[in-house]
């Protein structure tokens, strides 16, 4: 069996990981899945920022372990979750680094989400409590600030 390839990141393959100052929600089929202050922007290359969400701001009753796995070289071993109650489109929705490498050591405890798996995740700026009010209806018309 061929072993598996580590590799670290650099110039040609840039990983950055920065605490998001939004509150990130995530729902599916209406229901409030990970709603977080605490989540990591993780920027990988020329791919679009990812949110990786602290375990404890998630709500696990509503995901379902499955035995999809992948592996990542910069990474590690990821392992994956569905969201019933979003249908096929949700299968394998969510990952999870549990035991990341020590060059992205930040994401462990984290997950993160697929943006066509799931109906919404949504970043809310809010500096006064006023703005936070009206991210109810940002997040009905589906908007990213």
């Not at 605490?38 to 290359?45: K, Q, V, Y």
């Not at 999809?68 to 071993?77: E, F, I, L, R, V």
């Not at 035991?99 to 799931?118: E, M, N, T």
Request: hydrophobic share 30%; charged share 25%; proline share 6%.
């Amino acid at each position: 069996m061929k072993e598996k390839q580590i590799k670290n990141p650099g110039p040609d393959h840039p990983i950055s990981i920065q605490h998001n100052r939004a509150r990130v929600v995530v729902s599916v089929a209406g229901r409030v899945i990970a709603d977080t202050r605490n989540a990591l922007a993780l920027r990988e290359a020329v791919y679009p920022a990812v949110q990786y969400i602290p375990r404890q701001d998630v709500d696990f009753s509503q995901l379902e372990r499955t035995d999809h796995a992948t592996y990542c070289p910069y990474k590690g071993d990821c392992n994956y979750y569905s969201v019933p109650a979003g249908g096929r489109k949700s299968v394998n929705a969510v990952w999870s680094y549990e035991d990341p490498f020590p060059a992205v050591s930040q994401i462990k405890g984290h997950v993160a989400f697929y943006s066509d798996r799931v109906d919404e995740i949504v970043e809310q700026l809010s500096t006064t409590r006023e703005s936070s009010k009206s991210s109810r209806s940002n997040q009905r018309m589906g908007k990213l600030l």
